[in-house]
């Protein structure tokens, strides 16, 4: 059923507030770039994505419509800048960047994949599709050059182009590489910059796997086609932070070039290294104050986390960590927790606390790994 009457109302009081620190140099906007709505296979108004998005505390998002599947033809003409346009518009007015996008979507190699920063979806060839409307039938006979000629289209707009949700689930024509030979030609041609590492929550190991072998940009979605409240009702919506150089569409654009980007989903983080540990320190700050407890010398250590991302770690130092078995300590979000530790006999001018956070991601197996260095001076 259509959904083109449900233009959200959502009431201020429904708003969340989800709390991610800038990091140093960079601005941290959180976004989603890939959704849908009645103008592909979605069953939502454009302007709800913008309510929600509005609702969830986002930055920016991109309504990336199918370029080759029409849900409802009898109803909704074939426009595929319509629903762009329609966000567009209702967006300026609530400080909501929307970027243009579309979704190139076959079912063979190499399947579905999202262009950003486009100019104009509707001059995207689909010359491999025999029948998109209300049903997907592709050609029986696929040439190369029909496949390929959308990504050259969306290249020539100077797209930024990502893989989208790569597995072996669901293809009418599966092939047992999941980073295919198109994909290498795409790589090589410069056309294929990301991969979807997390879709609609689902934290996908393959693809974190490519983005490292590939140097590929991360990016966490929603993949949302219907109402996204009762889904994420009792937590926040998957996005991608992207650390812009500033607020904008072009910012955001060469934050996604340059690969500095986020995962935020459910309480977990994936980044690289650098963009990791810049977020895990902006987010978590350490103090310390050396005291004499009963003839004991002992540093007590304040974690406070300024974020909305809860960290669970595990700290580790040359002087015991007391009450906490593994040194597994976990720094609420918005909160703080106080870490003692003793005995501290041969009185340093320092301490370095080594912290492992058990969350926050910078490889399939590899946990974040950074220090805090404690001032201990009587």
Same mark, same amino acid.
């Given at each position: 059923m ?16 989800i ?5 140093? $140099? ?5 976004c ?9 296979? $979605?069953?939502?108004?454009p ?11 986002? @930055? ?5 419509e199918?370029i080759?599947?029409e849900g %409802?033809?009898?109803?909704? @003409?074939?426009?595929?800048n ?10 300026d007015?609530?400080g909501?960047i929307?970027?243009r996008?579309a979704?190139?979507s076959p ?7 999202n262009a950003?920063?486009?100019t /104009?979806?509707?001059i ?5 599709m #025999? @029948?998109? #409307?209300?049903?997907?039938v592709m ?12 990504f050259?289209?969306?290249?020539r707009?100077?797209a ?10 669901w293809? /009418?024509?599966k092939?047992?590489a999941?980073f ?10 410069g ?6 590492v ?7 190991i393959l ?5 490292i072998k590939? /140097?590929?940009?991360?990016l966490?979605?929603t993949d949302?086609?219907?109402?996204m409240?009762?889904?994420?009702a @009792?937590?926040?919506?998957p996005?991608?932070l ?8 072009? $910012? ?8 500095r ?8 983080i994936?980044a690289r ?10 987010s978590?700050?350490a103090?310390?104050k050396f005291e004499?407890?009963?003839?004991e010398?002992?540093?007590k250590?304040t974690l406070?986390?300024h974020?909305?991302?809860?960290f ?5 130092a ?5 009450? %906490?078995?593994l040194g597994?300590?976990?720094i ?9 530790l003793?005995?501290?006999?041969d009185y340093?001018?320092?301490v370095k606390?080594d ?9 399939p197996?590899?946990a974040?790994?950074? /220090?805090?260095?404690?001032?201990s001076?009587k």
């Amino acid at each position: 059923m259509l959904l083109i009457g449900s233009v959200s109302s959502f009431s201020a009081a429904q708003t969340r507030e989800i709390a991610i620190p800038d990091v140093p $140099g960079f601005v941290t906007l959180k976004c989603d770039f890939h959704m849908h709505t009645v103008f592909s296979d $979605g069953h939502v108004w454009p302007t709800f994505r913008v309510n929600e998005a509005v609702r969830d505390g986002l @930055d920016a998002i991109s309504l990336t419509e199918h370029i080759d599947y029409e849900g %409802f033809p009898e109803v909704v @003409d074939r426009d595929y800048n319509k629903s762009y346009e329609i966000a567009r518009e209702a967006a300026d007015k609530k400080g909501l960047i929307v970027i243009r996008g579309a979704e190139i979507s076959p079912r063979v190699p190499p399947y579905h994949n999202n262009a950003l920063f486009l100019t /104009d979806a509707n001059i995207i060839p689909s010359e491999y599709m #025999k @029948d998109g #409307k209300k049903k997907f039938v592709m050609k029986d006979s696929i040439t190369h050059d029909e496949l390929m000629g959308p990504f050259l289209e969306v290249q020539r707009q100077g797209a930024f182009v990502s893989y989208n949700h790569p597995g072996y689930a669901w293809w /009418d024509k599966k092939d047992t590489a999941i980073f295919t030979s198109f994909h290498h030609e795409l790589l090589e041609k410069g056309i294929l910059n990301g991969v979807e590492v997390v879709n609609s929550g689902r934290y996908n190991i393959l693809a974190h796997k490519l983005a490292i072998k590939y /140097d590929l940009t991360m990016l966490c979605n929603t993949d949302e086609h219907y109402d996204m409240y009762p889904r994420y009702a @009792d937590s926040h919506r998957p996005m991608t932070l992207v650390f812009a150089k500033e607020r904008s569409e072009e $910012g955001i654009k060469e934050a996604l070039f340059a690969k500095r980007t986020a995962l935020y989903f459910g309480d977990y983080i994936v980044a690289r290294q650098p963009e990791a540990e810049g977020l895990f320190k902006a987010s978590v700050t350490a103090t310390s104050k050396f005291e004499m407890r009963n003839g004991e010398p002992i540093l007590k250590v304040t974690l406070e986390n300024h974020s909305s991302i809860p960290f669970e770690t595990m700290l580790k130092a040359d002087y015991d960590v007391e009450l %906490f078995p593994l040194g597994q300590v976990k720094i609420p979000a918005k909160d703080s927790v106080e870490v003692i530790l003793k005995s501290l006999w041969d009185y340093p001018a320092q301490v370095k606390l080594d912290v492992a956070v058990m969350n926050v991601l910078i490889s399939p197996g590899e946990a974040l790994k950074t /220090d805090f260095i404690l001032d201990s001076k009587k």
